[in-house]
């Protein structure tokens, strides 16, 4: 059973530009949920996804956006982006109804702006 | 505003002596508590977690107590081993708009030495 997935794993971009993040959940999830990690933080939730919706926002400007696929799947997009966006972006999946500790979390992609 | 807090970033314990990180929290309203441990290049993974209604909750060598009154809460692990060097990652779960929301703290740098 293959566990939280993300893809890519690294990505170095340019100021101003676009990233597309992936992330597939455990095999049952449902729910995914994205979260920043800077350096020297911990991880900092971004938002959440259930039923193709978000329905959690943490405090992130609108310059950070996603989309969940009808597979549960999910895509973490972030637009004009700036060198402060260099961090380990984490992905994790659980169930809708699961409890707080039962989230899985990927490997993370960590992007570099320049 | 930092809700959990993880005073310490590193902490450098002999083998088979006692490990203990400790976290305070601000928000009341917490109702589970966890802890994740972090190897580099990999996603945190769940730990152990204790519900606020509890004082102590035990798992193997890994034990959490919780103080409400003093909003503090520590993980003791016993004996320690050179494999758990990571970083442990307090976190809390609360309701926000409906739903199960975790926050996380700094971090704390273990080292096992040998």
């Known amino acids: 059973d293959a566990g939280v997935t993300q893809s890519p794993t690294h990505l170095i971009k340019t100021r101003g530009q676009q990233v597309t993040l992936r992330c597939s959940p455990k095999s049952g999830h449902d729910t995914v949920s994205w979260y920043q990690q800077a350096l020297g933080q911990g991880p900092q939730f971004i938002f959440q996804?259930?039923?193709?919706?978000?329905?959690q926002r943490g405090n992130f400007p609108d310059r950070f956006s996603g989309h969940q696929f009808p597979n549960y799947s999910s895509e973490l997009n972030v637009n004009a982006l700036l060198l402060g966006d260099s961090a380990l972006y984490l992905c994790?999946?659980?169930?809708?109804?699961?409890?707080?500790?039962?989230?899985?979390f990927g490997p993370g992609t960590r992007l570099t702006v320049t | 505003d930092q809700q959990v807090k993880q005073n310490s970033p590193s902490l450098s314990v002999q083998e088979g002596r006692i490990s203990i990180l400790n976290c305070d929290y601000t928000n009341s309203m917490f109702d589970y508590f966890l802890w994740y441990k972090k190897y580099p290049a990999e996603g945190p993974t769940f730990l152990i977690s204790?519900?606020?209604?509890?004082d102590k909750n035990e798992d193997g060598r890994f034990t959490v107590f919780l103080n409400k009154s003093a909003k503090h809460l520590s993980l003791h692990i016993v004996p320690s081993q050179p494999g758990d060097s990571a970083v442990y990652f307090c976190?809390?779960?609360?309701?926000?708009?409906?739903?199960?929301?975790?926050?996380f703290g700094t971090g704390t740098k273990l080292q096992v030495i040998p």
């Open positions: 976190a809390a779960s609360g309701h926000s708009g409906g739903y199960q929301k975790v926050t």
């Open positions: 994790a999946s659980s169930y809708n109804i699961g409890l707080p500790y039962e989230q899985y």
């Open positions: 996804y259930y039923e193709e919706e978000e329905r």
């Open positions: 204790i519900s606020s209604i509890k």
